[in-house]
């Protein structure tokens, strides 16, 4: 069974910047990408920025490139997601998640910007 949890979010002022992780155990040796979602009342849940097994291909949402950079850290079996010059619109609840032959989602993180 493979668990995803993430933390890091919480509240900031606009312009900020947060860190989020998702810490992975279980079996994810086959994991081909792993990504960030977010989700906000009333909306769908969209990507945010996806990263390969081998880190170089990577892949940002338009509203997000440029603020914020999406690592894994193979060895730790953990992603990050950096965070930087928040937005009110980029508040929301940040699932992380892996895909191989199975996808598992964590149980997301709150970030609040204010």
């Known amino acids: 069974h493979v668990q995803l949890v993430e933390s890091g979010g919480g509240s900031v002022q606009a312009g900020g910047s947060l860190t989020l992780s998702c810490a992975a155990s279980?079996?994810?040796?086959?994991?081909?990408?792993m990504a960030w979602f977010r989700q906000s009342p009333g909306k769908k849940r969209e990507g945010v920025a996806s990263?390969?097994?081998?880190?170089?291909?990577?892949y940002y949402a338009d509203s997000v490139k440029g603020r914020f950079t999406i690592s894994r850290d193979n060895a730790k079996n953990t992603l990050f997601l950096q965070m930087n010059s928040l937005k009110t619109e980029d508040s929301g609840v940040y699932f992380c998640?892996?895909?191989?032959?199975?996808?598992?989602w964590g149980q997301g993180t709150q970030v609040t910007v204010s």
């Open positions: 990263i390969y097994s081998g880190g170089g291909s990577q």
């Open positions: 998640a892996t895909k191989g032959s199975f996808a598992y």
């Open positions: 279980g079996n994810i040796d086959d994991s081909i990408v």
